[in-house]
């Protein structure tokens, strides 16, 4: 077997997972479909609103002023919420801006602050937890926009004592700065647009760490936030999953920004990539046999922790894809190879169709062409990334925690 031919085989070895998560990201959008036919369900008024602790976690940012002020807004009864500033900024000027609501509006404004970052995001939350007050805890990143019902929407599936978060989709304003900010939207419009509604239907929502509520009881009964954890929102999910909680989303959306730098998406793909596959490694067995779970529930839970699994393989598929290609004939416009491309084509591009169905029901359709170049460009390269993420969290090799940087805080400095 010559070099040309080992190529080919490792090329066609390595698209057979590919074709497979291909077929299943039709399937899903397909299944997303049919979902969309039924009614969402309606939840019972509650008898007397719960008290609601909003915490806005930061770390140098002073744009989480703007949040501050926009959940000062809600129209939910002033004595039945508080906002918790949980600050980790190193900047003193930072510190005084956001402790200066604090000083402003005592009692509904509460303002802490570390000398350290143990734990970082995580660490800071359960920090707060000493003076958090609140029956259901929301929280939002500094760069969050919420409008001013959010309260009111979020809190209705609370009326079913077995629900333990609820989580709301995410908007982007910042999308349309560069190919950078399309691809990580994109991203998260799939996933919001085309999984979360199924995993709605099998029970199965993870909370995304913001823009989302905790019910405070059973966060405490599953031991709160995992320090150890850098995707600890998965974390969480899981384990009150495994208590055979529910989990709710709903479909209103609040805008938030994605990251417009190479370094901050990167990072934090690869973060999402490395500490989602470690809550599917730490909790494997109870995962896949511990009573409380549906088959589907299980099913589900692998895929969104495991689903960076197929990132080594598209890089193996690259690699030995470019070889033969600079190896093989030089006939490469003839008529075989053309149907051979579009044949292979058609089968990989399971992520494009769901992409289609996501910018069709946020009717964006026109955007295809942003989702096609971002795709075959900064998808390759968090291929990459991801390969590599993926690869140190099987081998429990330590990633540490970023913070992604919030783009318009340099409107502040």
Request: with cysteine; hydrophobic share 45%.
């Amino acid at each position: 077997m010559d070099l040309y031919s080992i190529t080919l085989f490792i090329y066609n070895l390595a698209l057979i997972p590919i074709i497979f998560f291909s077929v299943l990201f039709i399937l899903l959008s397909f299944l997303n479909l049919l979902l969309d036919s039924r009614k969402e369900k309606k939840y019972k008024g509650l008898k007397e609103l719960p008290f609601i602790s909003v915490q806005i976690p930061t770390f140098n940012d002073p744009i989480a002023a703007r949040c501050v002020r926009k959940c000062m807004e809600f129209d939910y009864p002033k004595d039945k919420y508080e906002i918790i500033i949980v600050d980790d900024s190193t900047n003193k000027e930072t510190q005084n801006a956001l402790s200066e609501f604090k000083e402003k509006h005592p009692g509904f404004i509460k303002y802490i602050h570390r000398e350290n970052r143990e734990g970082f995001k995580p660490g800071a939350l359960k920090n707060a937890m000493s003076i958090t007050k609140g029956e259901v805890i929301v929280v939002f990143d500094a760069d969050w926009i919420p409008k001013t019902d959010f309260l009111r929407k979020i809190i209705k599936p609370f009326s079913d004592p077995n629900v333990a978060i609820v989580q709301t989709r995410q908007g982007f304003y910042n999308k349309d700065t560069n190919l950078i900010t399309r691809f990580a939207a994109y991203l998260l419009m799939i996933y919001h647009t085309v999984v979360m509604p199924i995993n709605n239907k099998l029970n199965c929502v993870f909370f995304c760490g913001t823009a989302g509520a905790l019910r405070r009881s059973t966060f405490d009964e599953v031991g709160g936030w995992n320090l150890n954890s850098i995707t600890e929102d998965s974390e969480l999910s899981v384990k009150l999953l495994m208590k055979g909680y529910k989990t709710v989303y709903l479909d209103f959306e609040t805008p938030s920004e994605v990251p417009d730098s190479f370094e901050g998406f990167i990072k934090q793909q690869m973060r999402w990539c490395y500490g989602n596959a470690r809550v599917f490694f730490d909790n494997a067995l109870d995962i896949l046999f511990k009573p409380g779970l549906t088959i589907k529930q299980r099913a589900m839970i692998s895929y969104i922790t495991l689903g960076n699994i197929i990132a080594p393989v598209v890089v193996i598929m690259t690699f030995f894809g470019f070889s033969g290609w600079f190896l093989g004939e030089p006939e490469l416009f003839n008529m075989g190879h053309l149907f051979e491309f579009v044949f292979r084509f058609l089968f990989t591009a399971g992520f494009l169709f769901m992409g289609i169905i996501a910018l069709a029901k946020q009717k964006k359709l026109s955007e295809f062409p942003h989702l096609l170049l971002s795709t075959v460009t900064m998808g390759l390269v968090i291929a990459f990334a991801n390969a590599f993420a993926f690869s140190k969290a099987v081998l429990n090799s330590k990633l540490h925690w970023f913070c992604t940087p919030k783009v318009e805080n340099r409107q502040y400095t």
